[in-house]
C-alpha cells in the first residue's frame, strides 16, 4: 500500500517536472499565428536610419480579432484589410512594438484600438476605418510616437488636447476627413511636428494664425479644401515653411499677401485652381523658392507683365495643361537668371516671345509641345532655337507647326533651322479668342475691364472703338459729359491694352471693339457689353423700398446686325436680381414703340408687340442713332436705349451704288435705242456725277465719323488723293478710272 502510495506521488511529480518544463520551452522558442508571416525585415525610422525588425505580417487574413500567441520581442504589426473593430489586451504584452498597422479595418472609436501601453510606439497606421471624432487625452500613452496616420477617416470632431502628450510627433496626416474648422489649440501639443497633411477636408475657411504653434513645421498640404481665399495671416508663425500645397481648391488669384509671411517657402504648388490671371507682382521676392508649379488651371488665360520677378533661386517653372493660356507678357519674367527647367506645353500658345527666353541665361531646357505654334515667326524663334543655340528642347519630335497651312505636322526645331537667316518677320498679330465673349453682362455701378491680350512680332499696339464710335489710345481717353457740364475720363486704355470703364453707366451698353496692329498687319475683336438697370430709374439707382420693384426683369436692346445703310435691332428680358432663381415668364406687353433721334432724322414708330426683332432701314453710313424701345404693360412700363452706329459705306458699293447714278442708268437704258448720241450725253454725265460724288463721299465720311480716316481707312484716302492728282494732271482716262476690286485692305 505504501509502495503504491509512493509510486503515485513520483508520478505526479514527474508529470509536473514535464508540464514545467514544456511552459519554460514555450516561452523560449516564438510563436507566429496561423496563416501570418514572421520574420525578419528592414526597417527604417522617421529619420530614414536603417533597422533589422521582427515583423509579423497578418494582412488580408480577413481576420475579426488579433491573434493571442503573438511573440512579446515583435517590432513590426502588420494587421491591414482585416475585419478587426475592437482590440482589448491583445496588445498589452507587446511592449517592443515600434510600428503598428491597423489601417483598412472596421474601428469606430480611437478607444477601441487598444495602445495603453504602447511606449515604444514610433508608427501607427489607423488609415480607412470608420473613427468619427479624437476625444481629449486620446493618444496619451503614445509618448514615442513619431508617425500618425488617421487619414480617410469620418473625423469630425477633434477635442483641443486630442494630442496630449505626441510631443516627439513629426508626421500628421489628418487629410480625408469631415472636418470643417482649423483649431489652433490642436497643434500646441505639437512642438515638433514638421509635416501636416489636412487637405481634402471640407473645411470652411481658414483663419489668422491656424497653424502658429507649429514653429518647426516644413511642409504643410492644403490640397482639396475648396479654399477660395487666404486670410493674411493665415500662416503666421511658419517662418520654417519650406513646401505649400494649395492643389485642387477654388483660388481665384494668388494668395499673394498671405505667402509674404514665408520667408523659407522653396516649393509652392497652385495647381487646380480656377485662378485666371498670373498679375504683376503674384510672385515677388521670394528669395529662396526653387519650384513652383501652376499646371491644370482651366480658366488660366494670361501671364502679365511683372508676374514673376526677384526669384534668384527659381530652377524649375511649370506652367503646364492650362488649355487656355494664350499668352505671356514679355516682361512677366523679371530677375531669374536662375531658372534651369521651363515647362510650358500643352497650352495654348502660339508664339512664346524671344524676349522671355533671353531672361533666363541659365535655361537647360524647356517643353513646348501640344500647343498651337506658329512657325510664321521665324525671327522670333530663331535666336532661341536655331543651330547657335544650346537649349534643350523635350520631346522636340511632338514640337510641331499649327500654322501656317504650308507647315502644319513639320517639326518647329527643323523650320526654324532650315528658314532662319535673321530675315525679316512676318509675324501678324494675333488677338486671344478666350478674352472676348460674344456678350457680357455687367452690373450697373461696377467697374468694368475688357482685355485684349495679343502675340505679335514685333509686339503690338492697341486701340479701341467704343459703341459711339469713340476711338480709345493709350494716349488718349474717350471723353464723356458728366451732370455739370464738364467732361469726364470715361474710357481709360491700360498699358497692356485693356479698356476700363471705372463706373459703368447704362449708356456703356453696346458693342466694343479691340484693334491690336503692328507694321505687318492687325487683328480686331469684338465683345457686346450688356448693363444690368433693374435697379436704374430716371438716371439714379434705385435702392432699399423707394420705388417699384422689377420683378418681371430687365429690358434690354441689343444691334444683332448692323450694315452701312441698316441696323437689325433684338429685345429681350433678362431676369432681374430678385427673380434670378426662379424660372421667369415673359411678361405680356400692351404696345411697343421705337424711337430713332439723330440730327439728320427722327421718327418714331410702333411695333408689333410679339416680335422681338426690328430692321432699322434708310439710314446713313458711318452715322450714330439713338434707339429707344418702350414696351408697356397693364403693370409696369418699361424703356431701354441703344447707342448704334452704322458701317462704313464700302467705297466700291458708293461708286455705282447711289440712287441718282440708279435712275440715271435707266434713262440711259430707255434712250439707248433712241439714238447713240443722247446715250453719250448721258454717260459724259454719270462721269460728272461720280466724280462729284467721289469727293462728297470723302468730306462726309470725314465729317460724320469721330475716328480719324486716314488711321481707319488708309487704303481709301490714299486711292481719293490718287485720283484728285490725276485730274489736275488732265490724265484721267474713263477706261482705266475703275477701281481694283480684287484688292483688299485690313483695317
Not at 535666336?383 to 537649349?391: A, F
Amino acid at each position: 500500500m505504501l509502495n503504491m502510495e509512493r509510486n503515485a506521488i513520483s508520478t505526479s511529480l514527474l508529470t509536473v517536472c514535464f508540464m514545467l518544463a514544456a511552459c519554460r520551452c514555450s516561452l523560449a522558442i516564438p510563436f507566429c499565428p496561423a496563416q501570418c508571416v514572421c520574420e525578419t525585415r528592414p526597417w527604417y525610422t522617421p529619420q530614414s536610419v536603417y533597422h533589422q525588425a521582427k515583423t509579423v505580417d497578418c494582412n488580408e487574413l480577413h481576420l475579426s480579432r488579433i491573434s493571442w500567441n503573438i511573440s512579446i520581442d515583435t517590432q513590426v504589426l502588420l494587421l491591414q484589410s482585416n475585419n478587426i473593430s475592437r482590440v482589448t489586451t491583445e496588445l498589452l504584452s507587446l511592449v517592443n512594438l515600434t510600428e503598428l498597422d491597423l489601417s483598412q479595418n472596421h474601428f469606430s472609436q480611437i478607444q477601441d484600438v487598444g495602445l495603453s501601453n504602447l511606449t515604444q510606439l514610433v508608427t501607427l497606421y489607423l488609415e480607412e476605418n470608420q473613427i468619427k471624432e479624437l476625444p481629449d487625452m486620446c493618444l496619451k500613452d503614445l509618448v514615442s510616437l513619431e508617425e500618425l496616420y488617421i487619414n480617410h477617416n469620418q473625423i469630425s470632431s477633434i477635442g483641443p488636447n486630442a494630442f496630449s502628450g505626441l510631443g516627439n510627433l513629426l508626421r500628421l496626416h489628418l487629410n480625408s476627413n469631415k472636418l470643417v474648422a482649423i483649431d489652433s489649440h490642436w497643434f500646441e501639443s505639437l512642438p515638433n511636428l514638421e509635416i501636416l497633411m489636412i487637405g481634402e477636408n471640407p473645411i470652411l475657411g481658414l483663419q489668422d494664425m491656424n497653424f502658429q504653434p507649429l514653429s518647426k513645421l516644413h511642409s504643410l498640404v492644403l490640397a482639396g479644401m475648396g479654399l477660395r481665399e487666404i486670410p493674411e495671416g493665415a500662416f503666421q508663425g511658419l517662418e520654417y515653411l519650406e513646401s505649400l500645397s494649395f492643389f485642387d481648391n477654388k483660388l481665384t488669384a494668388v494668395p499673394k499677401k498671405a505667402l509674404r509671411v514665408l520667408p523659407s517657402l522653396k516649393f509652392l504648388d497652385l495647381n487646380k485652381n480656377p485662378i485666371v490671371r498670373i498679375q504683376e507682382g503674384d510672385f515677388r521676392d521670394f528669395p529662396h523658392l526653387e519650384e513652383l508649379s501652376l499646371n491644370n488651371m482651366d480658366e488660366l488665360v494670361a501671364v502679365e507683365k511683372g508676374a514673376f520677378s526677384d526669384l534668384p533661386q527659381m530652377a524649375k517653372l511649370e506652367l503646364y495643361n492650362n488649355p487656355h493660356l494664350f499668352f505671356i507678357d514679355r516682361a512677366a519674367f523679371l530677375k531669374m537668371r536662375g531658372l534651369r527647367t521651363l515647362l510650358i506645353h500643352n497650352n495654348d500658345l502660339t508664339l512664346l516671345p524671344h524676349d522671355i527666353l533671353s531672361a533666363f541665361p541659365s535655361l537647360d531646357e524647356i517643353s513646348l509641345h501640344s500647343n498651337p505654334l506658329r512657325c510664321d515667326c521665324i525671327a522670333n524663334w530663331g535666336p532661341v532655337l536655331g543651330n547657335q543655340s544650346s537649349l534643350k528642347v523635350l520631346e522636340p519630335q511632338i514640337t510641331l507647326c499649327a500654322s501656317p497651312p504650308h507647315l502644319v505636322g513639320q517639326s518647329l526645331q527643323e523650320v526654324v533651322s532650315a528658314s532662319w537667316n535673321g530675315a525679316s518677320n512676318t509675324c501678324l498679330p494675333l488677338i486671344s479668342q478666350q478674352a472676348f465673349p460674344p456678350l457680357l453682362n455687367v452690373t450697373l455701378g461696377q467697374l468694368l475691364t475688357l482685355n485684349c491680350w495679343a502675340v505679335a512680332d514685333p509686339a503690338p499696339q492697341f486701340y479701341w472703338v467704343t459703341p459711339t464710335g469713340d476711338k480709345v489710345t493709350s494716349e488718349a481717353v474717350s471723353p464723356s459729359s458728366n451732370e455739370g457740364g464738364g467732361m469726364t475720363k470715361k474710357h481709360r486704355m491700360q498699358e497692356q491694352g485693356a479698356l476700363e470703364i471705372p463706373h459703368v453707366e447704362p449708356e456703356d451698353a453696346g458693342l466694343y471693339t479691340c484693334v491690336a496692329w503692328n507694321a505687318e498687319g492687325a487683328d480686331t475683336r469684338s465683345v457686346s457689353v450688356y448693363v444690368d438697370r433693374s435697379n436704374w430709374h430716371g438716371g439714379r439707382s434705385i435702392g432699399g423700398h423707394h420705388g417699384v420693384v422689377n420683378t418681371t426683369g430687365s429690358l434690354v436692346i441689343l444691334a444683332k446686325i448692323v450694315h452701312a445703310q441698316s441696323v437689325v435691332l433684338e429685345w429681350k428680358v433678362h431676369p432681374s436680381a430678385v427673380s434670378s432663381n426662379h424660372e421667369m415668364a415673359q411678361p405680356k406687353w400692351l404696345s411697343a414703340t421705337v424711337k430713332i433721334d439723330n440730327p439728320q432724322i427722327s421718327y418714331t414708330a410702333m411695333v408689333p408687340v410679339d416680335v422681338q426683332e426690328y430692321n432699322l432701314t434708310h439710314l446713313l453710313p458711318s452715322t450714330e442713332y439713338q434707339v429707344c424701345l418702350t414696351m408697356a404693360g397693364t403693370e409696369q412700363t418699361q424703356h431701354s436705349c441703344i447707342n448704334v452706329t452704322t458701317k462704313e459705306a464700302s467705297f466700291a458699293v458708293e461708286m455705282v451704288a447711289q440712287p441718282a447714278n440708279v435712275a440715271l442708268a435707266a434713262v440711259m437704258g430707255s434712250m439707248f435705242a433712241i439714238c447713240i448720241m443722247a446715250l453719250l450725253v448721258f454717260y459724259m454725265g454719270r462721269r460728272m456725277k461720280q466724280k462729284s460724288c467721289h469727293h462728297s463721299l470723302k468730306k462726309y465720311m470725314q465729317h460724320t465719323t469721330s475716328i480719324p480716316l486716314n488711321e481707319l481707312y488708309p487704303p481709301l484716302i490714299n486711292l481719293w488723293e490718287n485720283e484728285t492728282e490725276k485730274e489736275k494732271e488732265g490724265t484721267a482716262d474713263p477706261q482705266n478710272s475703275q477701281i481694283d476690286t480684287s484688292k483688299t485692305y485690313m483695317w
